[in-house]
């Protein structure tokens, strides 16, 4: 999502995260801002690298359909080319999240869909996580009882030929060792036919050492799938959450092979600070 000239790039990525820090907290104090600031940043600073400076600039205002207020609206974003994808998380006990798409017409960003789990778990988090390719979204929900509480998953929704219109999931995508506690989903990316979905707090390799999962779309199309490849670091350890954060500018290597180095996503660990959006022990 980063597309930076040289000369501005480290600029322009701390332009970015700081907008993305100053989110976090602004809707921790004020639930009901719903703005979509965080996508603004996105543009801004993509559009201004491409200028040669980073001032920022907002392209856009966008409000989803609802009660955005009360669902944390742009809790997370991601955009490709003229579409734009909101997660709406949810705060309450009851909610079930959703997420928005919204194209860019020429002349203004209009909402086209909404998207939802099939059988979402209530405050399972819909929503947590989105990502965007093309004609491809996916939609993480970390907080699901699939495998057990909070085991998590994550959801593939495919364009229909008509354009995106309100609807339910394509495939749903599970970890086949998936536990209690993994989190599947907290963070998700998507290049081409292949999705990565992190489990940060997975304990394959101690407490919170964390997982990141490959799934790779099938012959016939999307259906419901479990990974085709697992991924941990080298020297994984407790506490590390490896998977805290991904993303897939160019997801496979020049190898056709399926396995093994010819995966390069970009992931991270996060700091040793709990993140306090999660009450989790």
Not at 42 to 51: E, F, P, S, V, Y
Not at 128 to 134: E, I, L, P
Not at 137 to 145: K, L, T
Not at 199 to 222: L, R
């Amino acid at each position: 999502m980063r597309t930076y000239v040289r000369g501005r790039r480290a600029f322009c990525a701390w332009r970015v995260d700081l907008a993305r820090r100053q989110h976090t907290a602004e809707s921790k104090t004020c639930p009901g801002v719903s703005t979509l600031l965080l996508a603004l940043a996105l543009l801004g600073g993509i559009a201004g690298a491409a200028r040669g400076d980073c001032s920022p600039h907002q392209l856009v205002k966008l409000l989803g359909a609802g009660e955005p207020a009360k669902e944390n609206f742009g809790y997370s974003v991601a955009i490709s080319g003229d579409t734009a994808v909101v997660g709406e998380p949810g705060v309450l006990s009851c909610s079930l999240g959703a997420a928005y798409v919204f194209r860019f017409s020429g002349r203004e960003w209009v909402q086209e869909a909404e998207l939802t789990a099939a059988h979402p778990t209530p405050a399972g988090r819909f929503g947590w996580s989105v990502a965007v390719s093309d004609d491809t979204i996916v939609v993480g929900e970390p907080y699901a009882y699939n495998l057990g509480s909070w085991s998590g998953t994550a959801y593939v929704f495919q364009k229909p030929p008509g354009g995106w219109v309100d609807m339910t999931q394509t495939a749903k995508l599970t970890a086949a060792d998936g536990a209690i506690n993994d989190q599947l989903g907290w963070s998700v990316a998507v290049a081409g036919d292949t999705v990565i979905a992190a489990a940060p707090y997975d304990d394959d390799h101690g407490d919170d050492s964390g997982t990141v999962y490959v799934f790779e779309k099938p012959p016939g199309g999307w259906v419901d799938v479990s990974q085709i490849a697992k991924l941990a670091a080298s020297d994984a350890a407790a506490g590390d959450r490896f998977g805290y954060s991904v993303r897939a500018p160019a997801l496979l290597g020049p190898s056709t092979t399926r396995t093994g180095p010819a995966y390069h996503p970009y992931v991270t660990r996060v700091p040793p600070v709990r993140d306090p959006r999660t009450t989790r022990t």
